[in-house]
């Protein structure tokens, strides 16, 4: 998301328990007009759960009233726009975690937002926002989630550790690794990596290294000193021209590259 202070954003770490699969808790709270614009949720390639406890968000043209909705991975961003009296919490789960928390080949969820009921984990659904509404501060809600979450994860397959040491690996090399090598890192054919990343992460390894090329690029965007132009900036992100840059960028994010770094340029950092 941009502009997250008139969303009253905050974001919260997880215990160390849940940290291998937690990247954060965010809570918005805030009360304004009908967004025109949207905010973004930038993929990085993992999956979540919002929980929301008053007026109707929107993701796309999904419509969350109070109750809960699971956000599969996705190749490109997510357009949120707040209606109304905001009033929700979020889990952001590390890409791969997902399969750990939800127990189904993540290639399911795959661009997706759906109810928790449909896949049977009403527990960590209505149920779960129904018990979070009842409490005052985030901290209780954490509380209570990070609770519920260890005892799913008891009983739930293991982070599988091929694909965390595939990850580090693309995340290391900014997405511009060759598929190749990286298979062969493993000792698995590329045929197998690809089954191993669609079962526990629901994205191609391909998929998964144009993200992060493309969130390489979003971090040089906004570190970058203003002189550097949007060609050296994409070179330098391993785009080979700069044609190529925006399409791959708008696609990702979409938005452009040029008014992505007009946005950052502001003092808040997207979500």
Known sequence: MHKLTHLGFQRYAPSPALAPYVECYWQINTAKQASIAPDYMHSEGGSGIIFNFA????????FLSQGSLI?????????????GNVQ????????????????????ELLDSIVNPAELALSHLGDELA????ALSSAGERIALIEQRLIAQLNNQPAYDQRLQKALAYIDQHHGLQAIPQLSASLALSQRQLDRVFKRH??????????????????????Q??????LTDIGYQAGFYDQAHFIRQFRQTVGITPGDYKLRASSNNKPL
Request: charged share 10%; proline share 8%; hydrophobic share 35%.
């Open 71 to 83: 956000t599969g991975p996705r190749r490109s961003s997510t357009q949120f726009f707040a209606h």
């Open 130 to 133: 129904a018990q979070l509404a």
């Open 88 to 107: 929700a919490l979020g889990i952001r789960f590390k890409p791969g975690a997902g399969h750990s928390i939800f127990g189904l080949p993540l290639v």
């Open 55 to 62: 007026d109707p968000i929107q993701l796309h043209s999904s």
């Open 201 to 222: 992460l629901g994205l191609a390894p391909k998929q998964y290294s144009r993200l992060q090329q493309v969130q390489y690029a979003r971090q040089l965007l906004k």
């Open 224 to 229: 970058a000193p203003q002189q550097y132009s």
